[in-house]
């Protein structure tokens, strides 16, 4: 294999100046497009640009593969149901370290390259932050050369694409791939049968051990696409590869034959179904199987592909976790442990005790939520249906640790029935996170609160019987993409100041404190802030027709809309502003943008979409007001419109309630943008506040202790109302038609929710406090040098904040992986 090291790899690329680039993309345009470079429009210069950009990715990915087999290094598998990754143009360039020579390039083309990044639509992967989450840590794996693999669903339609109509969401299919990926490289040779359904057999072998056979099962075929994501000028590349899911025949040819062709191709389409939408309905069973199925069909697929990787070098089974570490991104990839079990009894043949130590040492389970609906649970009758081997495996896993247990606490059975991976109460249930926390040598929250409470609240008893299993490993965003990308312009006036190690070592942001006193820093910062808002709203204008003045106060709420996260609370506030503003009261002039995705079942989330657009509809054309109040919901919020958001903001909103935000990552993002946060004390809100300093965040709210206790001891929710006389007047706004009056009772269930129903999240206990907060905002924004000393100091001690801190925690302590490589 001497030929095959990376030292003899010979570059397929003839250079990486402007006119290589150039020349690479008339080649494109003529041999892989088939059009004439002379008279190519932007999406074809576009589609050229980005497979020039991929021959180059392509060489590094090859030597990174080369250094990795060359070492023999253990490799990490990240298992995520999502990944959103945003648009590659941009982002591959600067990691390569060729924005300018593209730019250059692009000349003789008659293009900018802000005209081609618009022709690149964002992938749709992905839902939120687990799925940023999960490209973050893929790049900043990349930049510390860990051998990482990205593995996940190609979906042929993601989250959905979002337009509001009468100020209600409206869902159109995200179709992302309808011009083409030039940034994928499909593998038809990675081409793996998935099962399901079909029934167990048992017999004996020729050494007369008992084997299970799964047999007479469907079958579905997945093929490899790959997606190439670049370190920071450093020579490597990770592959993210994505499932796709394909017939196991192009169809029945009994079918065809017998004169039926249209079932024919309805079974091969319906076999593909398993990769066409992310996250399908789950209001239905046919939905509740698909999304089932997806999460089995993508952990097989990936199993193959680690022991057919893992069986190049003939290595021992008895190694298979000195080589290989699965990480599992939530709960979605935990049927992964009983996948892996299967394949090692009864595929390899291994005892039981053998493969389940080898299980448990392989994988690792990231908890990112503790709202119920994240902690799957799946009908046994269900499970059982298409997964038939697995469930049998299941309950032997279950057998033996209940037996374990029973030894640790004897005659603890109210313990017993709490750790069973088996809800029993009612239908049959099997507890997916606790296969998850039962399979895995480590188990991790994502934020230090949430750990705390992982460990002391969801998974309790399973602290208790393995103590030295849990830990937190705080979230981290990738600064490269959010910062130096999203933000050229302070990031140029960052690098002037202190110099550019922070791109790649963000603590070294430390050294911008001293220049928080420094008043034309402070000048020089303000402008680049002023700037971002001006472009900000010239994109909003001519995208939406909002009329946002750059110079009001910008107060940004972006993320998925869930009561939790307490966007209703928000509009709360700015109808008490609006209604003091009626009253003659003054304020910091402001515009509020609000923006996130509500599911498509979720009745709720989509009636406080429509009840923003309302308010704002009412507020916005008051002429006594709307000088100094304006809101705006922004659609269809994605990775591409967080990267113009972020750097114009001047306060951003994280105001879930304490103890249900596992950590938050748009939090991060903001911040290190210069945006001062509003925040609970929830996720890493409280970690950031620690970090940056209480002088430079605005807190308010109950705390989680003070949450659970609210909740234990009866909390009712119109004893806050009948004592605050503004909370009363908005809600009765609210409920009585104001912002409504074709339906005077549209917005009366959100108001009933709170006042007759328990108001689960707090909404109004948070209200007076959250109220007066923000007019702590108002007052500070008045002393625009203390601001931007804020500002500059909330930037400057954001370090911890970054994926790569966070990607080399679960590296040391984890996954037991160290880097690989030379540089390119």
């Given at each position: 294999?001497?030929?095959?090291?990376?030292?003899?790899?010979?570059?397929?690329?003839?250079?990486?100046?402007?006119?290589?680039?150039?020349?690479?993309?008339?080649?494109?345009?003529?041999?892989?497009?088939?059009?004439?470079?002379?008279?190519?429009?932007?999406?074809?210069?576009?589609?050229?640009?980005?497979?020039a950009?991929?021959?180059?990715?392509?060489?590094?990915?090859?030597?990174?593969?080369?250094s990795?087999?060359?070492?023999?290094?253990?490799?990490?598998?990240?298992?995520?149901?999502?990944?959103?990754?945003?648009r590659?143009?941009?982002?591959?360039?600067?990691?390569?370290?060729?924005?300018?020579?593209?730019?250059d390039?692009?000349?003789?083309?008659?293009?900018?390259?802000e005209?081609?990044e618009?022709?690149?639509?964002?992938?749709?992967?992905?839902?939120?932050?687990?799925?940023?989450?999960?490209?973050?840590?893929?790049?900043?794996?990349?930049?510390?050369?860990?051998?990482?693999?990205?593995?996940?669903?190609?979906?042929?339609?993601g989250?959905?694409?979002?337009?509001?109509?009468?100020?209600?969401?409206?869902?159109r299919?995200d179709?992302?791939?309808?011009?083409g990926?030039p940034?994928?490289?499909?593998?038809?040779?990675?081409?793996?049968?998935?099962?399901?359904?079909?029934?167990?057999e048992?017999?004996?072998?020729?050494?007369?051990?008992?084997?299970?056979?799964?047999?007479?099962?469907?079958?579905?075929?997945?093929?490899?696409?790959d997606?190439?994501?670049?370190?920071?000028?450093?020579?490597?590349?990770?592959?993210?590869?994505?499932?796709?899911?394909r017939s196991?025949?192009?169809?029945?040819?009994?079918?065809?034959?017998?004169?039926?062709?249209?079932?024919?191709?309805?079974?091969?389409?319906s076999?593909?179904?398993?990769?066409?939408?992310?996250?399908?309905?789950?209001?239905?069973?046919?939905?509740?199987?698909?999304?089932?199925?997806?999460?089995?069909?993508?952990?097989?697929a990936?199993?193959?592909?680690i022991?057919?990787?893992?069986?190049?070098?003939?290595?021992?089974?008895?190694r298979?976790?000195?080589?290989v570490?699965?990480?599992?991104?939530d709960?979605?990839?935990?049927?992964?442990?009983a996948?892996?079990?299967?394949?090692l009894?009864?595929?390899?043949?291994?005892?039981?005790?053998k493969?389940?130590?080898?299980t448990?040492?392989?994988?690792?389970?990231?908890?990112?939520?503790?709202?119920?609906?994240?902690?799957e649970?799946?009908?046994?009758?269900?499970?059982?249906?298409?997964?038939?081997?697995h469930?049998?495996?299941?309950?032997?896993?279950?057998?033996?640790?209940?037996d374990?247990v029973?030894?640790l606490?004897?005659?603890?059975?109210?313990?017993?029935r709490?750790?069973s991976?088996?809800?029993?109460d009612?239908?049959?249930r099997?507890?997916?996170?606790?296969?998850?926390?039962?399979?895995?040598?480590?188990?991790?929250g994502?934020?230090?609160?949430?750990?705390?409470?992982?460990?002391?609240?969801?998974?309790?008893?399973?602290?208790?019987?393995?103590?030295?299993?849990?830990?937190?490993?705080?979230?981290g965003?990738?600064h490269?993409?959010?910062?130096?990308?999203?933000?050229?312009?302070?990031?140029?006036?960052?690098?002037g100041?202190?110099?550019?190690?922070?791109?790649?070592d963000?603590?070294?942001?430390?050294g911008?404190?001293?220049?928080?006193?420094?008043?034309?820093?402070?000048q020089?910062?303000?402008?680049v802030?002023?700037?971002?808002?001006?472009?900000?709203?010239?994109?909003?204008?001519?995208?939406h027709?909002?009329?946002?003045?750059?110079?009001?106060?910008?107060d940004?709420?972006?993320?998925?809309?869930?009561?939790?996260?307490?966007?209703?609370?928000?509009?709360?506030h700015?109808?008490?502003?609006?209604?003091?503003?009626k009253?003659?009261?003054?304020?910091?002039?402001?515009t509020?943008?609000?923006?996130?995705?509500?599911?498509?079942?979720?009745?709720t989330?989509?009636?406080?979409?429509?009840?923003?657009?309302?308010?704002?509809?009412?507020?916005?054309?008051?002429?006594?007001?709307?000088?100094?109040?304006?809101?705006?919901?922004?659609?269809?919020?994605?990775?591409?419109?967080?990267?113009?958001?972020?750097p114009?903001?001047?306060?951003?909103?994280?105001?879930?309630?304490?103890?249900m935000?596992?950590?938050?990552?748009?939090?991060?993002?903001?911040?290190?943008?210069?945006?001062?946060?509003?925040g609970?004390?929830?996720?890493?809100?409280?970690?950031?506040k620690?970090?940056?300093g209480?002088?430079?965040?605005?807190?308010?709210?109950?705390?989680?202790?003070?949450?659970?206790?609210?909740?234990?001891?009866?909390?009712d929710?119109?004893?806050?109302?009948?004592?605050?006389?503004?909370?009363?007047?908005?809600?009765?706004?609210?409920a009585d038609?104001?912002?409504?009056?074709?339906?005077?009772?549209?917005?009366?269930?959100?108001?009933?929710?709170?006042?007759?129903h328990?108001?689960y999240?707090l909404?109004?206990?948070?209200?007076?406090?959250?109220?007066?907060?923000?007019?702590e905002?108002?007052r500070a924004y008045?002393?625009?040098?203390g601001?931007?000393?804020?500002s500059?100091?909330?930037?400057?001690?954001?370090?911890?904040?970054?994926?790569?801190?966070?990607?080399?925690?679960?590296?040391r302590?984890?996954?037991?992986?160290?880097?690989?490589?030379?540089?390119?």
């Open positions: 294999m001497e030929g095959f090291s990376a030292a003899r790899y010979q570059s397929i690329v003839a250079g990486d100046d402007a006119a290589s680039i150039a020349r690479d993309i008339r080649r494109h345009i003529v041999s892989s497009l088939g059009a004439d470079y002379h008279r190519a429009g932007p999406l074809r210069v576009y589609k050229a640009l980005a497979l950009v991929r021959d180059r990715l392509i060489d590094d990915w090859i030597r990174t593969q080369r990795t087999y060359d070492e023999q290094s253990k490799r990490v598998y990240y298992l995520s149901m999502e990944f959103l990754p945003g590659f143009l941009v982002n591959s360039l600067l990691n390569l370290g060729l924005v300018e020579a593209a730019r390039a692009l000349a003789e083309f008659g293009f900018s390259l005209e081609l618009a022709q690149e639509w964002d992938a749709g992967l992905g839902n939120g932050g687990l799925g940023r989450l999960a490209s973050c840590y893929l790049s900043s794996a990349a930049t510390l050369r860990l051998p990482f693999y990205g593995y996940g669903i190609r979906y042929d339609y989250i959905f694409y979002q337009l509001i109509q009468d100020g209600a969401q409206v869902e299919p179709n992302w791939l309808r011009l990926n940034w994928e490289f499909d593998r038809p040779e990675h081409l793996y049968e998935v099962k399901f359904g079909g029934r167990t048992s017999r004996r072998d020729v050494e007369g051990r008992i084997r299970v056979d799964w047999v007479d099962a469907a079958n579905v075929m997945a093929m490899a696409c997606t190439l994501v670049p370190g920071y000028r450093n020579g490597n590349a990770l592959n993210m590869r994505l499932w796709s899911a196991s025949r192009e169809f029945e040819l009994a079918d065809f034959n017998a004169g039926d062709y249209v079932g024919a191709i309805q079974n091969k389409l076999s593909e179904n398993l990769s066409k939408v992310l996250y399908p309905s789950e209001s239905v069973r046919v939905g509740r199987e698909l999304r089932l199925s997806q999460e089995y069909f993508f952990v097989s990936t199993f193959q592909d022991f057919r990787r893992f069986r190049k070098k003939g290595r021992p089974l008895e298979f976790a000195d080589f570490a699965v990480q599992l991104n709960t979605h990839p935990a049927v992964a442990v996948e892996l079990m299967r394949l009894v009864d595929v390899e043949g291994l005892p039981w005790e493969a389940w130590g080898l448990v040492a392989t994988c690792g389970y990231t908890n990112h939520t503790v709202m119920p609906e994240a902690l649970t799946w009908p046994v009758e269900m499970f059982e249906k298409l997964l038939p081997r469930t049998e495996i299941v309950y032997e896993i279950n057998r033996r640790f209940l374990e029973r030894l606490v004897p005659g603890d059975e109210e313990k017993v709490r750790v991976l088996f809800h029993e009612g239908e049959r099997l507890r997916m996170a606790n296969l998850a926390v039962v399979g895995s040598h480590a188990v991790n994502v934020s230090a609160l949430h750990s705390r409470i992982v460990r002391d609240q969801v998974f309790r008893d399973f602290a208790e019987l393995f103590p030295g299993r849990f830990s937190n490993k705080t979230n965003i990738d490269r993409r959010f910062l130096l990308q999203a933000n050229p312009a302070l990031s140029e006036l960052i690098s100041a202190i110099g550019d190690a922070w791109i790649t963000l603590d070294a942001l430390r911008l404190e001293p220049f928080a006193g420094d008043a034309g820093f402070r020089a910062w303000r402008d802030k002023a700037a971002n808002k001006r472009r900000l709203a010239g994109f909003l204008g001519a995208a027709g909002f009329a946002v003045d750059p110079d009001t106060l910008l940004i709420q972006v993320k998925r809309i869930h009561e939790y996260k307490r966007q209703l609370l928000n509009v709360l700015v109808v008490t502003l609006y209604n003091r503003l009253a003659g009261g003054d304020a910091v002039p402001r509020v943008l609000i923006g996130g995705k509500a599911a498509p079942s979720y009745a989330a989509k009636l406080v979409i429509r009840l923003v657009n309302a308010v704002a509809d009412v507020i916005n054309v008051d002429p006594a007001t709307s000088h100094l109040l304006r809101l705006y919901f922004v659609p269809n919020y994605c990775v591409t419109l967080a990267e113009r958001l972020a114009a903001a001047d306060v951003s909103e994280q105001i879930s309630t304490a103890g935000e596992a950590s938050g990552t748009g939090n991060m993002k903001f911040a290190l943008n210069g945006a001062l946060l509003v609970t004390l929830d996720g890493a809100n409280i970690e950031i620690d970090a940056i209480a002088d430079n965040i605005f807190i308010f709210g109950k705390t989680a202790e003070e949450v659970r206790g609210m909740r234990a001891a009866g909390y929710p119109r004893a806050f109302a009948r004592a605050d006389g503004e909370l009363v007047r908005a809600l009765e706004m609210i038609g104001v912002f409504s009056p074709a339906e005077p009772g549209r917005f009366r269930p959100l108001v009933d929710a709170l006042l007759d328990g108001d999240f909404t109004l206990a948070d209200y007076r406090s959250f109220v007066d907060c923000q007019g905002v108002d008045r002393d625009a040098e601001w931007t000393r804020r500059i100091l909330s930037v400057a001690r954001m370090g911890f904040f970054s994926a790569d801190r966070s990607v080399r925690e679960y590296a302590d984890i996954w037991g992986v160290v880097p690989v490589g030379g540089e390119r």
